[in-house]
């Protein structure tokens, strides 16, 4: 299989506990962005990478947030000190970068984070 | 900015009616837009794009999109629902830090 894959698919924590996901992409795509979806909304996006630098933050990317793609290749998105707030679908994707800008986003099954 | 709002968060049709998903969208420069469909507990999987080479849209499972700049609309239909249809769509729209954004998403029912 040669789509994105995300480790692991359900994660239950405690308040508090910090919590460390894992995205693999597509292996030729440069691009890897990592998107928070709460129930009953659409994915937001919080971060992106091109290659191993991160080229932007969304404001909801707080400083508990951190994200490394070391080699470009896959990325870990880490939450310290977890908040019930924090629950929500954890989503990866990444794209090739193409010319005019219209690229298209390939995503992952999703990380599901539920914060007791 | 850009950005795109959806009508309706919930649509439910009859198995073999037409399916009409609605989708506006806000944008300063042509928009490149994207409609995508989310199973339960599953990601996105894209339905198909618009990136300025053609008004009228063909995707995957015989949905297509045509794009109106007068209406600033992109709206997703289907001539004939399928149970296998239900599901969540998503429209979306490339942002100018090469971010999606989506709209909240319209949950189909197909009733049989």
Redesign the interface.
Known sequence: DTGVSQNPRHKITKRGQNVTFRCDPISEHNRLYWYRQTLGQGPEFLTYFQNEAQLEKSRLLSDRFSAERPKGSFSTLEIQRTEQGDSAMYLCASSPISAGGSNEQFFGPGTRLTVL | AQSVTQLG?HVSVSEGALVLLRCNYSSSVPP?L?W?VQYP??????LL?Y?SAATLVKGINGFEAEFKKSETSFHLTKPSAHMSDAAEY?C?V??N?????????TRLTVKP
Request: hydrophobic residues 35%; aromatic residues 20%.
């Open positions: 968060s490149y994207f995508y507990n599953q990601g996105l999987q894209l794009k990136t998503f979306a490339i942002g830090n090469n971010d999606m954004r989506f709209g909240a998403g």
